[in-house]
């Protein structure tokens, strides 16, 4: 299995991103497909979650309302589309997946696989 994830950068607050990670290696059907980030000298910190095969969305507090995540089963591609950023959502975010689960995951050790990571940075 290989996640790629691209679509970081510099945005100023209350602009927007749209983050991808290109999944490659199997199917992915029953797998759980997460965003997680991890910011300079704090612990990786869950964003959202879905399972492959659809269902439920699942969003850590901090992002609930701001972010959306999205997989798009055609292209084998999970997407996290941001908005409203602050400058607390800097950090490198990185893309995972979980062999079917039978819960969706909110701790990076549960997670499988994980993409190289793509940094986001948000200025005031």
């Known amino acids: 299995v290989q996640l790629q994830a691209s679509g970081g950068g510099l945005v100023q607050a209350g602009g927007s991103l749209k983050l991808s990670c290109a999944a490659s290696?199997?199917?992915?059907?029953?797998?759980?497909l997460g965003w997680f980030r991890q910011a300079p000298g704090k612990e990786r910190e869950f964003v959202a979650a879905?399972?492959?095969?659809?269902?439920?969305?699942y969003y850590g507090d901090s992002v609930k309302g701001r972010f959306t995540i999205s997989r798009d089963s055609a292209k084998n591609t999970l997407y996290l589309q941001m908005n409203n950023l602050k400058p607390e959502d800097t950090a490198v975010y990185y893309c995972?997946?979980?062999?079917?689960?039978?819960?969706?995951?909110?701790?990076?050790?549960?997670?499988?696989?994980w993409g190289q990571g793509t940094l986001v940075t948000v200025s005031s």
């Open positions: 995972a997946a979980d062999k079917s689960p039978l819960v969706i995951p909110k701790i990076p050790d549960d997670y499988d696989y």
């Open positions: 290696g199997r199917t992915f059907n029953n797998y759980a």
């Open positions: 879905v399972r492959w095969n659809g269902g439920r969305t």
